[in-house]
């Protein structure tokens, strides 16, 4: 048994409070190596922003949950040494999607200081059943972890999550859930979407450019969710923005990505307005590695040491993060709230 404590992480109850009084959301990345810990831990520095470390079932799949536990406790000192003054920005490591209980418990053992039960696959009964049985063992640690529920269901694929269609989020079910989970934040599905392609072209309309515009989300269901369940924490997972210029650099250098379409930026600025205090981005920190990654390979096709598109990959990563640390998620500067 380890105690999150012990490794400097903090859980996100604080984090959320905070955010939700600021009206700005806590980013939540996910990370499979070294290189996208690093761009997370120093833009998050950088900006001087709250951060949730995410851990998919995929992450732990790849790079054995034991090796990513003590790279989260890594980071932490890694970001005090780059704070210079001693201090820590608060850093929680959090499970992307644990599908039941028995992976919530074994994080939980293992020093995460969050944990997600997406029960969303299930009937609603089933789902909270499941889901309180996952926040009493959190919370009755000696240290409080916190859990994020999922209500409703994206469409969309990542990792092993993946959905034909969404099922939006039912603000008629929203107060009994949490009243009988207890969960500390709730996923909701209002538009947002996994993967790159998170629409499909006869969904969306297209500008000028010819480039897809993906439909609204319902800010109709999230003010109602918010009206029910005022200052509690709302989160949205598939928030990636699938930045275009990504898209044709991965294009123009040999990829495939055909119809690649993501949340507007400016939606996710709303959505915090209205008790939204945790947004996952992945995609977009996939799709910005394998740009430069696939740019500085056919440039320079004799290089072959890693950490020459590696490196710059990850310089890459870390300025898309500062800016949405700035620009869209509003947490920059709020590390010491
Ligand atoms: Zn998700």
Redesign the pocket.
Known sequence: MVDYTDLGLVNTKDMFAKAIKGKYAIPGYNFNNMEQLQAIIRASVETESPVILQVSKGARNYANQTLLRYMAQGVVEYARELQKDGKVIPIALHL??GMDFKICKSCIDMGFSSVMY?GSHHPFEKNIEISKQVVEYAHSQPHYVSVECELGV?AGV?DD?SAEKSHYTKPEEVIEFRNQTGCDSL?ISIGTS?GANKFKPEQCTRNEEGILVPPPLRFDILEEIEKKLPGFPIVL??SSSVPQEYVSIINSHGGALKDAVGIPESQLRKAIQYNVCKI?I?SDGRLAMTAIVRKILAEKPSKFDPRKYLGPARDELCKMYAQKNHQVLGSAGHAWD
């Open positions: 992307d999607h997406d994206l990542e999550v996923a996994h997972h598939g996952n992945d």
